[in-house]
């Protein structure tokens, strides 16, 4: 196996050889991905600057280089765009009408006074002219940040009032699940407290001529904005290596949501060693991501542009009309790369849904899984029912990196339960309580190597102290990303869950992953959240189940549940309660939100509720009689 880059002096015997040499010579293997990549760009050199101090390591400090013009010069295949909306409606946006687009909305954009350093904030669904917001802005070197339109004005209020946009990006509404939701009413609400934002932008997507009049003056229809300009050319801004591109949200139910700030060059090279290196993602391919424009996996998404990849767009359920929707694309679209989450893939499983049957998946070479631990039963389910021959890659980092610390390896093979392997160039390692590098137990997720993914910082943190607090604090000069994981002998990596929600009965650590991962094998649980409470000087596990429609939870059931988790797990592993509930709580993103259910039923205040998609279901979780019959304070 030859590492990238052009001195075929190097070699290697398989992937484990080829990550020992990435991250014992980082500058050379980083260098190398920016010429393998064809990266555009000036002053690639020098490559890395204070590579031993990991706070404050720089790669490429004096490189200059735009984000959309990298984007735009890898379009290798026709159509660049293909969009598919739950109502069956399909479009395709062919290269040169995606830079026309891009082109006129970059002059209108620059008219309004849009430049380097600016911020746009967008309000959208995952269509193609998301894609062409983004680009536009990143065009001119200004930063990007989007939410899904699900948000509620005060979610959106704590997130787009910290990063004060100079234009605001709309559409008129959007669909889910066969329904319609306005979004004019909403960002109306919003602009009025943002007194920063110059221009409202809106994008006709539910209505072809939808009424602005909840907005006020600044309130424009694109069509009518970017009439006035004619396609030519496009040109770039190119900025610094490491000035802002991406502002990006954490999904934390404490507080205000942090704001990570990633970096121009940081998040391009990162995003072309996966895609390329991790993925076989390349010229051709046709790269499906099941997600929001308010998840980093959106971001991940749109960047596989510069790989010369195609761009398949989905908005809506994945459930609507049925669960069918997204294997029927996949199938349609000769989708090569199909990414989706864990528990997209769990719910697949309980509805016996075998694609396998019906399909022509000939052209899908890659499964991605992300979002929580994809657990041995969803693997063997994969690979039983979509497609034999495929690489099934879990993979896991985080929007703090805008990437992955582990995932795929598409030379080598899987096994399931486990991400494949640690990424080329990111020294992870696990670390115990004594901050010791272990391998076949569970502990800390750490990386001892810098990385471009790693963020510039969080925005409003000027001496970067609550990013330093945040992931390094812990241990020295090494980033801790409270992921409770184990490293098994075969490379590959187990994920548990966070390691600041484990559970600790009897002075034992329990990762909740270990708890799912059997409880999402029993088919009568369509899902489920497991906490701690406090009780009686210790810490006990409760279990909270949603049941398929039609099941009861039943004395036998309970047992069957506790049986299953002793013989498959520990003893220690057994919930002390198990309780039905009609719908658990989780992020836009559509993550349980285990740390809201901790809050509620020790009678704590969840502080970002806005950050819930359904804040509603708390109200299932509050003084329940099962657990004290009133909350038991923290």
Not at 155 to 166: M, T, V, W
Not at 435 to 444: K, L, M, P, Y
Request: with cysteine.
């Amino acid at each position: 196996m030859e590492e990238v880059g052009t001195d075929n002096s190097l070699s290697f015997q398989g992937y484990d050889e080829f990550w020992d040499w990435s991250i014992e010579n980082l500058e050379p293997f980083w260098r190398k991905v920016w010429n393998f990549c064809g990266v555009l760009g000036d002053g690639a050199e020098p490559v890395l600057r204070n590579e031993g101090d990991l706070f404050n390591s720089e790669f490429f400090p004096a490189a200059s280089l735009n984000y959309a013009e990298n984007l735009l010069a890898g379009l290798k295949q026709d159509p660049a765009i293909i969009f598919c909306h739950e109502n069956g409606g399909r479009s395709e946006l062919p290269p040169q009408s995606l830079r026309d687009q891009v082109s006129q909305l970059q002059q209108a954009l620059a008219a309004l006074g849009v430049g380097p350093g600016d911020r746009v904030a967008a309000y959208l669904p995952n269509i193609p002219e998301t894609v062409v917001a983004m680009l536009a802005t990143t065009s001119l070197g200004a930063v990007w940040s989007s939410c899904s339109p699900d948000f509620g004005v005060s979610g959106l209020k704590d997130r787009f009032g910290q990063i004060e946009p100079k234009v605001l990006f709309t559409a008129d509404g959007y669909q889910y699940n066969g329904k319609s939701y306005n979004s004019i009413d909403t960002i109306a609400e919003l602009a009025a407290d943002l007194e920063c934002v110059e221009a409202i932008i809106v994008i006709p997507f539910l209505n072809r001529n939808p009424s602005l009049d909840g907005l006020d003056q600044r309130g424009v229809d694109i069509r009518d904005l970017c009439a006035q300009y004619t396609a030519c050319e496009l040109t770039f801004t190119r900025v610094n290596f490491r000035d802002p591109l991406f502002i990006l949200f954490s999904s934390g139910t404490t507080g205000l949501p942090k704001c990570f700030v990633h970096s121009v060059g940081g998040t391009l090279l990162h995003h072309l060693k996966e895609h390329q290196l991790q993925c076989d993602i390349k010229a051709g391919d046709r790269l499906l991501y099941f997600t929001t424009c308010g998840w980093a996996m959106w971001n991940w998404l749109v960047s596989a542009l510069a790989s010369g990849a195609s761009l398949v767009l989905y908005d809506g359920s994945p459930t609507f009309p049925t669960i069918k929707c997204l294997p029927d694309i996949v199938s349609a679209e000769a989708v090569t790369h199909f990414g989706t989450s864990a528990k997209y893939i769990d719910l697949c499983n309980k509805k016996n849904l075998r694609p396998i049957e019906q399909y022509d998946f000939g052209s899908l070479r890659t499964i991605l899984s992300t979002g929580s631990p994809l657990s041995a039963d969803g693997f063997q389910y994969i690979y039983g029912n979509w497609k034999q021959d495929v690489c099934l890659s879990s993979i896991s980092g985080g929007t703090d990196i805008i990437g992955c610390f582990v995932g795929g390896n598409p030379i080598g093979p899987v096994y399931a339960g486990q991400c494949q392997k640690r990424h080329l160039a990111m020294d992870v390692q696990v670390f115990d309580h004594e901050g010791r590098s272990i391998t076949g137990e569970a502990g800390e997720l750490v990386c001892l190597s810098p990385h471009p993914g790693m963020p510039l910082g969080f925005l409003n943190d000027p001496d970067r102290q609550r990013y330093y607090t945040a992931y390094f604090a812990r241990y020295e000069n090494i980033w801790c990303h409270s992921d409770w994981v184990e490293m098994t002998p075969e490379g590959g990596m187990i994920f548990y869950g966070r390691s600041d929600a484990t559970l600790n009965p009897g002075g034992v650590r329990i990762g909740t992953a270990e708890i799912y991962r059997q409880v999402e094998s029993i088919d009568e649980i369509l899902e489920a959240v497991v906490v701690g409470q406090n009780w009686d000087n210790d810490v006990r596990v409760i279990l909270f189940v949603r049941l398929m429609s039609g099941v009861n939870l039943t004395e036998s059931l309970i047992q069957r549940i506790k049986s299953h988790i002793r013989v498959k797990a520990t003893p220690r592993h057994v919930p002390a309660i198990i309780l039905s509930v009609p719908d658990i709580p989780r992020t836009h993103s559509g993550k349980i939100s285990e740390l809201a259910v901790r809050d509620v039923i020790h009678g704590s205040p969840v502080k970002n509720k806005d950050s819930l998609s359904n804040p509603a279901a708390l109200k299932y979780f509050e003084c329940l009689e099962e657990l004290g019959g009133r909350p038991v304070q923290a």
